[in-house]
């Protein structure tokens, strides 16, 4: 008896798109039962790029729907007419990776030759991230986004930031702490402290100053230097933004 008059499987291939360093994405996956006998099912689960053999974690995997243990492997003892729900998972690694992720299912019945193979890809995608303010100076060789704040008013800028990738990026932006303390009468906030970036599109962050004592904050002009790190949700993605915010 053929596999295929004894079993349904939900997918003949599985591509789940353009994702991001240490994203995880999913697509549910079923078997049906279509006989009157109890089948044992074997789903083996495997990556078949060679770079990618010796990851710390899964790259392609597999978890029942209701449960969240992901594994390379998966037994189970099906009922007559009976079905079963998958849910199978990538892990992309969290490096850069040019080539396409290539993976396979194999689905196959205990006492029966053959198997179904069922071929999995992604591709890994590394958005550009700017501030369209930003300026490059020679003498740090690197892009300084240049702010001017004047002493008596609301002390706050607006910022934009440009996804230049395809898909939609949420960002949660904290200004990097140093081990020491700045020596500044003006402390440094962002808000909101997550934006939503879209494809191709614009997002505005305030930048804002906070007087937290020391001199009048009217008698001299300051500039603050800083680092505005942005982290990617739900990915190993991280950006780096440097501020010279001018106070006059």
Excluded at 26 to 32: K, L, R, W
Excluded at 42 to 70: F, G, K, M, P
Aim: glycine fraction near 6%; include cysteine.
């Amino acid at each position: 008896m053929d596999l295929k008059d004894l079993i349904h499987i939900s997918k003949k291939s599985v591509n789940f798109g353009a994702n991001l360093p240490g994203q995880i994405s999913e697509e549910p996956f079923e078997i049906v039962n279509k006989s009157n006998e109890n089948l044992v099912v074997e789903i083996l689960i495997d990556c078949i790029n060679e770079e990618l053999q010796d990851t710390d974690e899964y790259v392609y995997s597999i978890r029942r729907s209701h449960a969240y243990d992901y594994n390379d492997k998966h037994y189970l003892i099906m009922a007559p007419y009976s079905s079963a729900s998958f849910r199978l998972a990538l892990k992309v690694p969290g490096m850069k990776f040019k080539e396409q992720i290539r993976g396979e299912a194999k689905v196959a019945i205990q006492g029966l030759d053959g198997n179904f193979v069922i071929p999995m890809s992604s591709c890994v995608t590394i958005p550009k991230v700017f501030c369209p303010r930003e300026l490059y100076n020679k003498k740090y060789d690197c892009n300084i986004i240049k702010l001017a704040m004047k002493q008596g008013k609301k002390l706050e800028n607006k910022v934009p930031f440009k996804n230049t990738g395809s898909v939609p990026l949420t960002i949660d932006f904290e200004f990097h702490k140093p081990p020491t303390k700045f020596n500044s009468k003006f402390e440094c906030f962002i808000y909101p402290t997550a934006i939503t970036v879209p494809p191709g599109g614009i997002a505005v962050a305030n930048v804002m100053l906070k007087y937290v004592g020391g001199a009048n904050p009217k008698d001299t002009k300051d500039l603050l230097k800083r680092v505005l790190i942005g982290k990617v949700r739900d990915s190993a993605i991280t950006y780096s933004f440097y501020l010279w915010i001018e106070t006059y």
